[in-house]
């Protein structure tokens, strides 16, 4: 079985910054792409950035050059420094990682997801 444990969400002010922490653990043999979600309320989840093994990254538009993906493969943990937030920013962040089990079986897993809330 495999864990994803999110920490660092928070309430800050406009303009503040946060960073997520995302920790992957259990029976993993590797972490494929490490990724970063976000849903406001009444509106669909979507994708915030994502990071492969060998450090690509992609970023939704709304949070490009403010929102900064990095990932430590030794511990299976994915980052996620936000800058300059505004309170359209504002909502559960999940942590979705692709990981290889030690039976070779890859599948994805969700993070119970951690609350940011941006006010103006």
């Known amino acids: 079985q495999v864990q994803l444990v999110e920490s660092g969400g928070g309430l800050v002010q406009a303009g503040g910054s946060l960073r997520l922490s995302c920790a992957a653990s259990?029976?993993?043999?590797?972490?494929?792409?490490m990724e970063w979600y976000r849903q406001a309320p009444g509106k669909d989840r979507e994708l915030v950035a994502r990071?492969?093994?060998?450090?690509?990254?992609t970023y939704g538009d709304s949070v490009k050059d403010r929102f900064t993906i990095s990932r430590d493969n030794a511990k299976n943990t994915v980052y996620l420094q936000m800058n300059s937030l505004k309170p359209d920013d504002t909502g559960v962040y999940y942590c979705?990682?692709?990981?290889?089990?030690?039976?070779?079986?890859?599948?994805?897993?969700w993070g119970q997801g951690t609350q940011v809330t941006v006010s103006s």
């Open positions: 979705k990682a692709f990981v290889m089990d030690r039976t070779w079986r890859v599948r994805d897993y």
């Open positions: 259990g029976s993993i043999r590797s972490v494929n792409d």
């Open positions: 990071m492969n093994s060998g450090g690509a990254s």
